[in-house]
């Protein structure tokens, strides 16, 4: 992250910038309520500083923030889907669900994604750059603040592969957590991986007692490769070890992510063998209904086959529950964010 990058920072690191810059140290405190607490998205709102130091500020520390440049509403289900515009032109997408218990923010964390998996959007124009800790945490203190409310679960299920942008990920979730500032419970965050192994034990070894998502989709080698790429590098044994290793490090239970997709990984085999998989796991496994995007020859289970997948995997002890689709009017489901308008954009200039 830049050095100069102060939404990204917490309380001690902005207490060196205000010792540099000999002013006294209670002023840091301010700059972090303001920013991680309320959301700040300029100096100018930080009406109890001195103006001489907002400008200094200002010119040495810029706020990163995310500017609301289209909102959704889907008319199904009230989710919300907002496009985001950040300092540099670039856009990325977040979708806000309500709950019973709260209101959930699907967070993204790359502008695109390189990991290139067949089914998915998010992945269709490369990556062109990971966020920041700032530009993760700003999505939700927009949504907080247009909605006017208080986001309790965050998942990081957007746009991007958490674990490919690690080191601001783990910053991003310290951020998040911190009492001090938005105050999430690490147990109400997901991150959910396409399973870059080395990472998963680097995660592991931070002892958070967030939920671990390991998107899945097919229960072998042959399969998995076929739509995941990432599969190549890191087999399918190599990931559930690494998951069981995670599992008995933490004694967090691991949510897999299985996307059923038409006549591809739908079959009963493929339930038999992924119950055998992930026999005597501590784990349960989240089918989704692929959603379909443009891109992609791919369709979606029927329901029956959806529900003859989940009926065996449970009749082998493996819990495992079917994901209620939100947002579907407004490409707001699993697999759907992009940068569509970045890409719409470029077109149009390609155009002229
Ligand atoms: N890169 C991370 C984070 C993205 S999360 C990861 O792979 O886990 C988005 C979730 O939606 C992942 O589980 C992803 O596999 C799933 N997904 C992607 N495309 C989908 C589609 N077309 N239908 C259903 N789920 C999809």
Not at 24 to 45: C, H, N, T
Not at 69 to 74: A, D, F
Not at 264 to 281: I, P, Q, R, T, W
Request: glycine letters at 4%; a positive charge; one cysteine or more.
């Amino acid at each position: 992250m830049p050095d100069f990058d102060i939404k990204s920072m917490n309380l001690s690191e902005i207490e060196n910038v205000i010792a540099s810059l000999n002013e006294p140290k209670f002023r840091a405190k301010q700059i972090f309520d303001w920013l991680q607490v309320y959301g700040a998205m300029s100096y100018d709102e930080m009406t109890n500083l001195p103006k001489a130091l907002r400008n200094i500020l200002n010119e040495k520390y810029p706020v990163r923030s995310c500017e609301i440049e289209l909102k959704q509403v889907s008319k199904i289900d009230s989710t919300v889907k907002y496009l985001f515009k950040l300092f540099d032109g670039n856009f990325v997408e977040s979708v806000l669900m309500k709950y019973k218990y709260g209101y959930t923010l699907c967070v993204s964390s790359q502008v695109g994604c390189k990991m290139g998996c067949t089914f998915c959007a998010s992945t269709k124009s490369g990556c062109v750059r990971s966020l920041m800790p700032s530009e993760i945490l700003g999505q939700i203190h927009a949504t907080q603040r247009d909605m006017d409310i208080r986001v309790s679960h965050v998942v990081m299920m957007g746009m991007g592969e958490p674990l490919d942008n690690y080191d601001n990920t783990i910053r991003f979730l310290k951020l998040a957590s911190d009492e001090k500032g938005l105050n999430l419970s690490m147990r109400n965050i997901s991150l959910s991986t396409c399973g870059i192994v080395p990472k998963i034990y680097d995660l592991l070894e931070e002892k958070l007692q967030l939920t671990l998502s390991i998107s899945l989709h097919a229960p072998n080698d042959t399969m998995r490769s076929a739509v995941m790429p990432v599969n190549k590098k890191y087999p399918v044994k190599e990931l559930i070890k690494a998951c069981k290793d995670y599992t008995n490090s933490t004694s967090r239970r691991i949510s897999f992510e299985y996307a059923m997709i038409r006549d591809v990984n739908d079959s009963d085999e493929c339930a038999y063998e992924l119950a055998s998989l992930l026999k005597g796991m501590l784990c349960h496994v989240n089918l989704i209904p692929a959603n379909e995007i443009n891109e992609s020859e791919h369709k979606r289970s029927t329901n029956d086959r959806l529900q003859r997948f989940m009926n065996i995997l449970n009749s082998k002890g493996v819990n495992t529950t079917i994901r209620r689709s939100l947002g579907s009017d407004i490409d707001a489901s699993c697999g759907q964010l992009r940068s569509k308008h970045v890409r719409e954009k470029k077109e149009k200039e390609g155009e002229q």
